[in-house]
């Protein structure tokens, strides 16, 4: 059975503070990898990640995936309050599947 | 350009009552997905329509629940009769397949409670 596991699954930090939010997976034929930001309702894309070592970056986060170690890092740099949110990762699987597995994920709080 | 839509935004049945969830996806994205979070527990596929056949219905719990997406638009998630462990956010999602762009777009989801 697949499975996505992230790490941590909460996290308190300063504004300003830099942020690393991990997840790691077991997939059977791995097509990508998704991050998400849920704040109130909707869980908005943020990234998603098909080959080891190219880094995506929007403003200030950044995110990497390692297919060899089967993990994916997401980074955000001089946090802000409304960094404030539950993040969210996800692996697509291939062969047919379109389904989503998700992690259970971080929630970050970010304070002033 | 709208994001995928869902109504209600919050519903309280009691046990053994019917409800039916609606879910409007991107214009023009022909495949929709349903999805459930129950409480402490993480985000589960349900089903996913290609237009408007059912492509994988792997993840629905049981014949209680059905989905439907009359005219590849719209679609529809009826629980009948609606049991407790029912409760939870139901979300749907919405995507492309085509020129590499197949990430899904969520929408807001509907909170339900069965009490």
């Known amino acids: 059975e697949d499975k996505v596991v992230q790490s941590p699954l909460s996290l308190v930090v300063h504004e300003g503070d830099t942020v690393t939010l991990n997840c790691s997976y077991e997939v059977t034929n791995f097509r990508s990898l998704l991050w998400y930001k849920q704040e109130k309702k909707a869980p908005t894309f943020l990234f998603m990640l098909?080959?080891?070592?190219i880094e995506k970056k929007s403003g200030r986060l950044s995110s990497i995936l390692d297919k060899k170690e089967l993990f994916s890092i997401l980074n955000i740099t001089a946090t802000q309050t409304g960094d404030s949110a539950i993040y969210l990762c996800a692996v697509h699987r291939g062969a047919g599947s379109y389904q989503l597995t998700f992690g259970k994920g971080t929630k970050l709080s970010v304070i002033p | 350009e709208a994001g995928v839509t869902q109504f209600p935004s919050h519903s309280v049945i009691e046990k053994g009552q019917t409800v039916t969830l609606r879910c409007d996806p991107i214009?023009?994205?022909?495949?929709l997905y349903w999805y459930r979070r129950v409480m402490g527990k993480e985000i589960k596929f349900l089903l996913h329509f290609v237009k408007e056949s059912k492509q994988d219905e792997s993840g629905m719990p049981n014949n209680r629940f059905l989905a439907e997406r009359t005219g590849g638009t719209y679609s529809t998630l009826k629980v009948q009769p609606a049991e407790l462990e029912d409760s939870g956010v139901y979300f749907c999602?919405?995507?492309?397949?085509?020129?590499?762009?197949?990430?899904?777009?969520f929408g807001p989801g509907t909170r339900l409670t069965v009490t």
């Open positions: 214009s023009g994205h022909d495949n």
């Open positions: 999602a919405s995507s492309l397949w085509r020129g590499g762009k197949y990430e899904q777009y």
């Open positions: 098909t080959s080891s070592g």
